[in-house]
């Protein structure tokens, strides 16, 4: 594929454009102290941040999704992190930058994330990054999340192009695999969540990036 067809980037969101671990973690933390549990640094939650309530859970709790308890926590949790998603929240360096020079290419951008809409919605409402995403598909958004490949489809559909004339970043392996199922060609971004266990080269995307400027090159040479 010649890099003049390509039309399009689309980014996962939490942990490839912005970062939201600190806010995740604070949300799960306050829920480990209000039992009086003693609080964990950061650095304990971020490797998780991108497997989202799930992750932030498992942390907090040693809790995973089939426990009888786990759907009351994780509606805590969301309460919890609603009301603080946007205090420590904040986009990685190179983002503007990157989005800037995609925008000067005559390229269109959008989000695809496994985040649903009671939390995307007011995100990138809120950071002046997002106004001029053309195409924004939360996890909720069709009856599908990552890594089905429904979710970039509806987002090429809204940015008026075909999937194969799409490029799509993510830091986790189910981006990749949603990606590659959608026929775009696809990016991992290593300075994500990806945790300390996950080895980026498994996951057979078309290129990895260990900064979003990083970005420019595979756009350069695709």
Same mark, same amino acid.
Request: glycine residues 8%.
């Given at each position: ?102 925008? =000067?290419?005559?390229?269109?951008? /959008? $989000? ?8 995307? *919605?007011?995100?990138? @409402?809120? %950071? ?25 489809? =509806?987002?090429?559909?809204?940015? /008026? $192009? ?8 993510? *830091?986790?392996?189910? @981006?990749? %695999? ?45």
């Amino acid at each position: 594929m010649k890099a003049a067809s390509t039309q399009a980037v689309l980014f996962d969101l939490d942990g490839t454009l912005i970062d939201s671990a600190p806010d995740l973690g604070a949300a799960a933390d306050k829920m480990r102290t209000d039992r009086g549990l003693a609080s964990y640094p950061l650095e304990r939650y971020r490797p998780m941040a991108g497997a989202g309530a799930r992750g932030m859970l498992g942390v907090a709790f040693d809790i995973t999704p089939e426990a009888p308890e786990f759907a009351e926590l994780r509606e805590e949790f969301f309460v919890a992190y609603e009301r603080r998603m946007l205090l420590n929240t904040h986009v990685f360096d190179g983002v503007q930058a990157l989005i800037e020079a995609i925008q =000067e290419r005559g390229l269109l951008w /959008g $989000v695809v994330t496994n985040k649903s809409a009671r939390f995307t *919605d007011p995100l990138t @409402d809120a %950071i002046p990054l997002f106004a001029t995403a053309r195409a924004i598909v939360s996890g909720d958004t069709t009856p599908f999340a990552k890594p089905h490949p429904e979710p970039l489809h =509806e987002a090429a559909r809204r940015l /008026g $192009v075909a999937a194969d004339a799409c490029i799509y970043v993510g *830091d986790d392996e189910r @981006d990749i %695999i949603a990606g590659r199922a959608a026929g775009m060609r696809t990016v991992a971004a290593t300075y994500g969540y990806m945790g300390s266990q996950a080895d980026a080269a498994l996951w057979k995307a078309d290129a990895s990036i260990s900064s979003p400027l990083e970005l420019l090159k595979f756009l350069n040479s695709a």
